[in-house]
């Protein structure tokens, strides 16, 4: 009997073979107990080269990597050597920027109450504005609203003996992601008040993401104490009402802001 | 949907909401990229610090040493940062930074030395030390060191291009045509250096793992 090639066997084994060639090594495999024992010992050979280790890298470890490669980023932008400008996403980018504080500022300084709203959908132009300052709105008043949910729970946990906050560190470590991204365009916008909360926020993200997983009574009020302390929860909650007003002016243009 | 266009308010507040969840999971990279790509370094760094230890993986499976891997993870976002402008997201930033990580990974091993072997270098031994199986029994233990050190071994010797579309095909599960594409070759090199790299994996650890019939 001729046995199998090796060809055969590898594309076989890695899953490479057609449904022809795949249906022959069956065949063949099916009546040749020498090449049945070819096929495990190669699966056997491939699966002990998968479990080969590698070494572990923690949840911080994005951070570590970061620490270490932002300072060779000097001062340049993203794509600096001969890429072209990519104007599109640069006015993508800049909208969203425009769209925060262009909905705070507008809506905060040249309002009169008693005065009759506009309204917004005057135009296409105006309709497309509209729309997307009421989506960035909507994400930055739901990230207050999670973060602040999220800082209620944790200080309202039961602090009797240990507690477990990994469940807190999971959402933590998402939060801390829109914070930066948020903080960022904010500031940029030039809305200061918004990007002092979320700076306060971060340490405090940090905090909770870089703790050991299960706390003591005695951390566990430390770290309550530290969000109590800067009022989070509280400036969470106006800022947020805030924000929702704005996204239902935007909303229903008649309605008055608080 | 054209990668920066905002999801339109429609579904705007009864609908689902666009969270900053969804931004930044869903379709996140997507968002996310297109602030990098604008300059904003914090949204850079978010891609850094979302896609570091997959590029880790792949680079010490290719290369075979943490300090080495360590090394392409920031040459890779570096590279990623200088040509973030190049970058269409025709394919995830996932599979553009994979991509950039196993050529800078072949590049390593192309300049070692060609005497220097994982297995006579100074991380030798915290290698073969994490090697050892956590199985109960001596015999077991010194089996299973055995076999990763002849894995380790045959590794070194397959050539940067095997290596890789070994890596790329049966530990990170790629397709011919992306491994073809991070190699700058046709399928039909790619399928013979994955071939080639199974037929000197298969020759030297058969004997290891065949049991008679």
Redesign the interface.
């Known amino acids: 009997m001729t046995h199998l090639g ?2 055969q066997l ?2 076989y084994v ?1 899953g ?1 073979a057609d449904e022809y060639a795949r249906a022959e090594v069956d065949a063949h495999a099916a009546e040749c ?2 090449c ?3 096929i ?3 699966r ?3 699966e ?8 572990e ?1 923690g949840g911080d ?3 570590a ?2 620490a ?3 300072p ?2 000097g001062t340049s ?5 001969g ?4 104007w ?3 006015l ?3 909208a ?1 920027l425009l769209a925060v504080v262009g909905a705070f500022l507008a809506g905060r300084f040249s309002r009169n109450a008693g005065e009759p709203q506009q309204a917004v959908n005057t135009s296409t132009a105006a309709d497309r504005r ?3 300052d ?3 709105l ?2 930055l008043g ?2 207050l609203d ?1 973060t602040e949910r999220a800082l209620v729970e944790l200080v309202n946990s039961d602090a009797n003996g240990t507690v477990d906050i990994s469940a807190e560190q999971s959402w933590a470590r ?2 801390l ?2 914070n ?6 904010v500031r940029n916008a030039g809305s200061l008040a918004i990007a002092s909360l979320l700076d306060d926020l971060e340490p405090v993200l940090l905090d909770i993401v870089h703790s050991p997983s299960t706390l003591s009574a005695d951390e566990f009020h430390a770290l309550r104490a530290r969000i109590e302390d800067r009022s989070l929860v509280f400036k969470l909650r106006v800022t947020g009402a805030d924000v929702r007003a704005r ?1 239902r002016t935007l ?1 229903h243009p008649g309605e008055k802001t608080s | 949907m054209d990668p ?1 266009t ?4 429609e579904i ?2 009864n609908g689902p ?5 969804n ?3 869903v379709d996140g990279d997507r968002f ?1 990229l ?13 891609l ?6 997959a590029v ?2 792949v680079a ?2 290719i290369t075979g040493s ?1 300090a080495d891997a360590e090394d392409v ?2 040459e890779t ?2 590279r990623a ?7 269409e997201a025709r394919a995830g930033f996932g599979t553009w930074v994979h991509r950039i990580a196993a050529n800078c990974a072949i590049d390593v091993i192309r300049r070692r030395p060609k005497h220097i072997v994982a297995g006579e270098d100074s991380e030798a031994e915290p290698l073969l030390a ?2 050892a199986s956590p199985a109960p029994g001596p015999e077991r233990e010194a089996a299973g060191r055995q ?2 050190a002849r ?2 071994g045959v ?1 070194q010797e397959l050539t940067p291009l095997e290596r890789a579309a ?1 890596t790329l ?3 990170e599960q790629q397709s ?1 045509e992306e491994i073809s594409g991070v190699l700058g070759q046709n399928a039909e090199a790619t ?1 013979h250096s ?2 080639r790299a ?2 000197k ?2 020759r030297a ?2 004997p290891l ?5």
């Open positions: 090796e060809e590898i594309a890695l490479d107990e020498t049945r024992g070819e495990a010992a190669l056997a050979t491939l002990a080269a998968a479990d080969l280790p590698v070494p890298r470890y994005g951070a990597v970061w270490r490669l932002e060779r980023l932008r993203a794509g600096r050597l890429a072209p400008v990519n599109r996403a640069w993508a980018a800049a969203i509209a729309i997307r009421r989506v960035v909507a994400a739901d990230h999670r998402d939060l992601e829109a930066r991204l948020y903080r960022q365009s996204q909303i | 920066w905002i999801p339109p308010a705007l507040p909401a666009i969270l900053p969840s931004l930044l999971t996310v297109a602030q990098a790509k604008a300059g904003n370094r914090e949204a850079f760094r978010t850094v610090e979302r896609h570091s230890r880790f993986r010490y499976r943490e993870v920031q976002f570096l940062y200088t040509e973030l402008g190049r970058f994490r090697l076999m990763r894995i380790e590794m070994f095909r049966h530990l011919i399928r994955i071939f199974v037929a994996m298969r650890l058969g793992v065949r049991t008679e019939p």
